[in-house]
Nanobody, 123 residues
Framework: QVQLGESGGGLVQAGGSLRLSCAAS????????MGWFRQAPGKEREFVIA????????YSADSVKGRFTISRDNAKNTVYLQMNNLKLEDTAVYYC????????????????WGQGTQVTVSS
């Protein structure tokens, strides 16, 4: 069965950095888009960023452009989210998402979800 293991979340001061990892097992996802959503308390789930299967292109929400970078290592079946210059509004539970095709902003066609990892940005 497919399992997604997320790691790297934690508490960081505003302006700091974190790197999240999502390692998939059970099958290879080299042909799938992999990405991240987040959900803050009282807020709707929000698409953050994703990367194509080959790693050839990425796409992201405007709110994280210039600060977040996504990458993947298909040999490790893993996607990474490098978060720099974190802001208070980045505080959320971050969910890894895997989808055969381009990931839509609603996430309704996501094939696999991670369990979520908490990112808390403090002042």
């Amino acid at each position: 069965q497919v399992q997604l293991g997320e790691s790297g979340g934690g508490l960081v001061q505003a302006g700091g950095s974190l790197r999240l990892s999502c390692a998939a097992s059970g099958r290879t996802f080299s042909s799938y888009h992999m990405g991240w959503f987040r959900q803050a308390p009282g807020k709707e789930r929000e698409f953050v960023i994703a990367i194509s299967g080959s790693g050839g292109y990425t796409y992201s929400a405007d709110s994280v452009k210039g600060r977040f970078t996504i990458s993947r290592d298909n040999a490790k079946n893993t996607v990474y989210l490098q978060m720099n210059n974190l802001k208070l509004e980045d505080t959320a539970v971050y969910y890894c998402a895997i989808q055969r095709l381009r990931i839509g902003i609603r996430g309704e066609a996501v094939d696999y979800w991670g369990q979520g990892t908490q990112v808390t940005v403090s002042s």
